[in-house]
């Protein structure tokens, strides 16, 4: 799973807008140390406090997150996306297309979510040799279909194709959501039994600037 070109922008005009309520505009201590060199937003002592404390009063005080935007390229498997687009509120993403491209690129192992296969079996153990051997059974008769597909032109071969297609297939889209987003999907998955949400997912919206401090009490 890989997180790839992210950006993250909206701290200004969030922060500016937090401060409507109450017209507390001069008290706001954030801000760029020189726009011209695109410096990274800095926010001040003030302003972390009160965004601190709208957080804690509850997603009803805590609009201003709404206003702080993501762009992230992910790559991970289909049964990853399959639960991801539970949350449809608020998130846009556009896909790589399995319909249109999938028969343009070998069908190769690196196709596929298999990093951490060999943490769930013992190296040798008969299971994970006859994994191993299903694996590479399947993926030469995909490749193999692809194949008849670009010579024939043959529509059944490719419907075969997508019909016996793994859901570790790795797929691409490009996703954009509030920081309003990632808190309500980190609180809900970061104990999930699936690793790309436990360690993955979560790493990355770690990483992001302010996420840990505006939600470390």
């Known amino acids: 799973m890989q997180f790839e070109d992210t950006e993250v922008w909206g701290f200004e005009h969030a922060i500016r807008g937090m401060r409507n309520p109450?017209?507390?505009?001069?008290?706001?201590?954030?801000?760029?140390?020189?726009?011209?060199?695109?410096?990274?937003?800095?926010?001040?002592?003030?302003?972390?406090?009160?965004?601190?404390?709208?957080?804690?009063?509850?997603?009803?005080?805590?609009?201003?997150?709404?206003?702080?935007?993501?762009?992230?390229?992910?790559?991970?498997?289909?049964?990853?996306?399959?639960?991801?687009?539970?949350?449809?509120?608020?998130?846009?993403s556009n896909s790589t297309s399995t319909m249109h491209k999938l028969k343009d690129t070998p069908i190769t192992v690196d196709c596929f979510e298999m990093g951490d296969f060999a943490d769930t079996t013992e190296e040798n153990s008969t299971y994970n040799l006859y994994t191993k051997e299903m694996w590479s059974k399947l993926i030469d008769h995909l490749e193999a279909l692809r194949k008849e597909f670009?010579?024939?032109?043959?529509?059944?071969?490719?419907?075969?194709?997508?019909?016996?297609?793994?859901?570790?297939?790795?797929?691409?889209?490009?996703?954009?959501?509030?920081?309003?987003?990632?808190?309500?999907?980190?609180?809900?998955?970061?104990?999930?039994?699936?690793?790309?949400?436990?360690?993955?997912?979560?790493?990355?919206?770690d990483s992001l600037p302010y996420f840990k401090e505006l939600f470390t009490v």
């Not at 410096?39 to 609009?63: T, V, W, Y």
């Not at 992910?74 to 998130?91: C, N, Q, S």
């Not at 920081?179 to 970061?190: F, G, L, P, W």
């Open 22 to 92: 109450m017209e507390s505009w001069e008290k706001s201590d954030s801000g760029y140390v020189d726009k011209r060199f695109n410096d990274q937003f800095h926010i001040g002592p003030n302003d972390m406090k009160l965004m601190k404390n709208l957080i804690s009063a509850g997603p009803e005080h805590r609009k201003f997150l709404r206003q702080i935007f993501i762009s992230v390229d992910i790559t991970a498997p289909l049964y990853w996306w399959k639960e991801f687009d539970t949350y449809k509120v608020g998130t846009v």
């Open 150 to 205: 670009n010579e024939t032109k043959d529509k059944r071969y490719w419907k075969e194709l997508i019909r016996l297609l793994p859901e570790s297939w790795l797929q691409k889209r490009t996703v954009t959501m509030s920081y309003e987003n990632v808190a309500n999907i980190y609180s809900q998955r970061m104990n999930h039994k699936l690793t790309e949400w436990s360690n993955d997912f979560i790493q990355w919206v």
